[in-house]
Structure formats: structure tokens, C-alpha cells
């Protein structure tokens, strides 16, 4: 094809977008506390970078953290500048969908991505994201 249409080639590959693979680890650690009070649980949210991942400063500009309605404040934002991770500690009483909303660096076409934990009380859950952002040219 390269002989017989040496301009379409040409063409088509200077669009190819480049592709990059993001990955960072999302989970929780829970301690159980001895007490009456109905919060028996103190837990903690992680984001940070994966095995193979680039710094989170580095891909993400800001992340949104939203929890449960019963908990003041319920939306969380955290500024990414030269941080390597996120950490949210809370206590509490059940388990809940935490959601997360990703605010990507100016040099990624994608604008954000939103995100999901299952919090979980267990001494620590972990899982790897892994998504494909394309670079601006």
C-alpha cells in the first residue's frame, strides 16, 4: 500500500494519536475500634502510583473524592501538584461505592474520568487501575 498510495499513508500516519496506559492503585485499610459508639471503624482511601505507573502529579491535575451523603464534607478535592498520592482517613459504621472523579493533565486529550471503590473493612483492598489516555499533539 505504501507504493501504490505513497499520500494516504503518509496522511493516516500523521494522525495516529499516541497512545499512553495510566495506571495507579485504588483501595482502603481499616482498623476496628473497641467501642460502643456506632462508628466502629476507622478507614483510610488510597490513590497512588502502581507498579510501572507514572507519579500521579504527573498524569492527574486534580481528583474528586465523593462519599456517602452522610458524611460532612461529602466531596473531597484534592490539588495534584506535587503530590504523590491521596489519602482520606474516616470513621464509620458501613461500607459504601465511593466515587472518584480524575481531572487529567492539559496533555492528554481526555478531560476526566470517573472511578469507583467499594470500601471494604478488611485490613487493606487494593486494586490496580489501568486506562489508555492519547497525548495531544
Known amino acids: 500500500l505504501k507504493l501504490l498510495y505513497p499520500q494516504n499513508i503518509h496522511r493516516k500516519e500523521k494522525n495516529i494519536m499516541e497512545r499512553v ?9 481499616t482498623e476496628f475500634l473497641q467501642t460502643n459508639e456506632d462508628n466502629k471503624y ?15 502529579s504527573e498524569m492527574m491535575e486534580k ?12 466531596e473531597i478535592e484534592f490539588n495534584m501538584a506535587n503530590k504523590q498520592s491521596v489519602s482520606l482517613q474516616r470513621t464509620g ?10 481531572v487529567w493533565k ?26 489508555y489516555l492519547t497525548l495531544k499533539k
Open 93 to 102: 459504621w458501613g461500607t459504601f461505592r465511593i466515587n472518584i472523579k480524575v
Open 21 to 29: 496506559i495510566v495506571r495507579f492503585a485504588i483501595g482502603n485499610r
Open 42 to 56: 476507622v478507614w483510610s482511601l488510597f490513590m497512588e502510583q502502581a507498579e510501572g505507573g507514572l507519579p500521579l
Open 106 to 131: 492539559g496533555k492528554f486529550n481526555e478531560k476526566e474520568s470517573e472511578f469507583h471503590h467499594d470500601l471494604e473493612f478488611v485490613a487493606e483492598t487494593r486494586r490496580v487501575v489501568q486506562t
Open 63 to 74: 481528583v474528586v473524592v465523593k462519599l456517602h451523603p452522610t458524611f460532612t464534607p461529602k
